[in-house]
C-alpha cells in the first residue's frame, strides 16, 4: 500500500497544486495583488541558499510552491488508502496544509502566525489551501478507490449504526 500511496500522493499533491496555482493567477489579476516569494524566501532558509534582497527567485518560488505541495499530498493519499476519503477527509487534510506552512514559514522566520496577518490575506490564503486541500483529496480519493474500502471504512461497514455511504462490502464478506 504505501508504494502505491507515494507516488498517488505525488499525483495527487502535484494536481491540487496545479488547480490552486490556478486559482491564485485568477485571483491575482482580479484583485491585483503581486505574486508572494515566501516559499523561496523559506526554502532559502531551510537549505542555507544566500538570500539576495531584492532579488525575486521565482525558480526557488516555484520547487518549494510545487514539491511542498507534492509531498504534503502524500499524506492524502494514505488517509485515502486507510478509508479516510471525501469532503471530512479534505477537512482535516486542507488543516495540516495550512499546518506545514506556518510551521515552515515560522521556523524560519520568513512568515509571521496567521492571527496577526490582515484579515483580508488570511482569508485569501485560506481559500487557496482549501482548494488545494480538495483539489488534492479528489484525485487521492479516486486513485485509492480503484484498489476498494480502505481497513477504515471495512470496519464501519462491520458495525451497526455506521453510516451505509463508506463504499462497497469486501468481495470475501
Not at 489579476?29 to 532579488?55: C, M, Q
Not at 477527509?89 to 496577518?117: C, I, K, Y
Request: net charge positive; glycine share 12%.
Amino acid at each position: 500500500m504505501m508504494k502505491r500511496a507515494l507516488w498517488q500522493g505525488l499525483v495527487a499533491g502535484a494536481a491540487g497544486t496545479v488547480v490552486m496555482t490556478l486559482g491564485e493567477k485568477a485571483e491575482q489579476r482580479l484583485t491585483g495583488r503581486p505574486d508572494s516569494y515566501v516559499p523561496a524566501r523559506t526554502l532559502e532558509r531551510l537549505t542555507g541558499l544566500p538570500e539576495r534582497p531584492g532579488r525575486q527567485p521565482v525558480q526557488l518560488n516555484w520547487a518549494m510552491h510545487f514539491g511542498q505541495g507534492a509531498l504534503v499530498g502524500v499524506l492524502r493519499s494514505v488517509m485515502a488508502h486507510v478509508g479516510l476519503r471525501g469532503p471530512w477527509s479534505s477537512v482535516m487534510f486542507t488543516v495540516v496544509r495550512l499546518t506545514n506552512d506556518q510551521v515552515l514559514e515560522n521556523a524560519t522566520g520568513v512568515g509571521a502566525p496567521p492571527p496577526t496577518w490582515p484579515r483580508a490575506e488570511l482569508v485569501v490564503d485560506l481559500l487557496h489551501k482549501s482548494v488545494y486541500g480538495f483539489a488534492t483529496g479528489a484525485v487521492a480519493d479516486a486513485l485509492a478507490a480503484r484498489n476498494g474500502p480502505g481497513p477504515g471504512q471495512r470496519h464501519a461497514m462491520m458495525r451497526p449504526g455506521r453510516h451505509s455511504d463508506v463504499g462497497p462490502p469486501p468481495k470475501d464478506a
